[in-house]
């Protein structure tokens, strides 16, 4: 037979009362709580709770980096402003008729030289701006075109040394 929990005492005092007429369920009195459990119990939530609260904080630690921010200088705001007007003074050079008609006799697609001046960086449209302006203004067509040429050599040579294209064989 198990114990129980109630103690001897109050099956004594059941025993009793069964023998004055009452029934067993009014002669024992209710089972008490058990403390354990309840601390078990609330153990167990309290732990899940944690460990829920844990991995949904490492989940949106790792999902969302915190923002990071840094001061930037005049020099850095002035050199991105100067490399995109050099960027449009290249592609307005590129959108006049007589250049397409020049890079198309040479078999170069205009829309193909618009792409790839957009992949030049700072440093090489600084360079082709400061050859632009060494230039005169009434320089003439030959100036235009060796300005052009220079621009596609170097759009062509930089993708083939990115590894975009397969053009000249001394860049492997």
């Known amino acids: 037979m198990p114990l129980d929990p109630r103690g001897p005492h109050d099956l004594y005092n059941a025993h009793h ?3 004055r007429g ?3 369920p009014q002669a024992l ?9 309840i601390m078990r119990n609330r153990h167990f939530v309290m732990k899940s709770v944690a460990c829920l609260l844990t991995f949904v904080f490492c989940y949106f630690n790792v999902l969302w980096a915190p923002a990071q921010a840094a001061l930037v200088s005049t020099a850095q705001v002035v050199e991105a402003g100067e490399t995109e007007r050099t960027r449009a003074r290249l592609h307005a050079l590129l959108d006049r008729a007589d250049v397409k008609a020049q890079l198309e006799s040479w078999g170069v697609d205009p829309a193909e030289a618009q792409a790839r001046v957009d992949t030049l960086t700072a440093e090489e449209l600084e360079e082709l701006s400061a050859r632009m302006d060494e230039l005169p203004a009434g320089g003439g067509s030959l100036a235009v075109v060796a300005v052009v040429l220079l621009i596609a050599f170097l759009v ?3 993708t083939d040394i990115m590894g975009y294209t397969n053009i000249f064989t001394f860049t492997r």
């Not at 089972?31 to 459990?37: F, L, Q, T, V, Y």
């Open 17 to 19: 009362a069964i023998r």
């Open 22 to 24: 009452m029934t067993i």
């Open 29 to 37: 009195p209710p089972k008490s709580i058990d403390g354990e459990k």
């Open 156 to 158: 062509i040579l930089l």
